[in-house]
């Protein structure tokens, strides 16, 4: 039997996953929690097998990094946001266009020490593993080592196209506020602080990959 302890703070959120994961034969409930401070009060005294945690809680990230299992709910489809996740410590990651099947099943191969990855996100992290690889030989710091993913590259080719955050979430048919993360995202894996040097970065190098000094 594989313990789980819920964290999110939506409560129908929460207690729809506890009723709906309860009924798996492999699988109970130990506790829920809605917070930062609650999650690890009773992270450390249960010791559940597996943390089932809200992408989207503030202070997600510093969960993530606690010994043991930590399964992220509610993440985005972009191969950096899902690569930051288990590089911060998650034992798995479920997307949000996920089935309740999809969940339980993610929850028990992290369990069992597996991570199931799609073919594009197994490709980047292969290329980050490259990286890392890389410039580790060269002795050079691991955030010099940039490379754009597909959708912050096409994100970046429209703001040197003049559109604004709210132009690209339209073009895109996201949010304006996912837009804004997005933009907020680049400028800072490029270590830039305007959006037209990220278009500048981009036309200087069109493969999306390069070294920043």
């Not at 097998?49 to 969960?63: K, N, S």
């Not at 996920?98 to 980047?124: F, K, N």
């Not at 604004?164 to 680049?186: P, S």
Request: charged share 25%; hydrophobic share 45%.
């Amino acid at each position: 039997m594989i313990t789980l302890l819920i964290v999110t703070a939506v409560r129908f959120y929460r207690e729809g996953l506890a009723d709906a994961l309860s009924r798996r034969p492999a699988l109970s409930v130990a506790a829920t929690a809605a917070g930062y401070d609650e999650a690890r009060r009773l992270a450390a005294a249960l010791e559940p097998d597996v943390v089932l945690l809200d992408a989207g809680l503030p202070g997600a990230r510093d969960l993530v990094s606690r010994p043991g299992c930590t399964v992220v709910v509610d993440v985005g489809d972009d191969e950096s946001e899902v690569v930051a996740w288990v590089e911060a410590g998650a034992s798995g990651y479920v997307p949000r266009e996920a089935s309740l099947d999809d969940l339980a099943a993610t929850v028990e191969r992290a369990a069992r020490g597996e991570m199931h990855c799609s073919p594009r996100i197994t490709a980047y992290m292969q290329q980050r593993l490259s990286q890392l690889s890389l410039y580790a030989g060269q002795r050079i710091p691991p955030s010099h080592a940039v490379q754009l993913t597909l959708r912050e590259r096409e994100i970046v080719e429209l703001i040197g196209r003049g559109l604004t955050n709210k132009g690209i979430a339209r073009h895109l048919g996201i949010e304006v506020a996912t837009a804004k993360n997005h933009v907020h995202n680049i400028l800072g894996k490029l270590q830039v602080e305007h959006r037209d040097d990220a278009a500048a970065w981009l036309r200087r190098n069109p493969s999306g990959s390069a070294r920043v000094a």
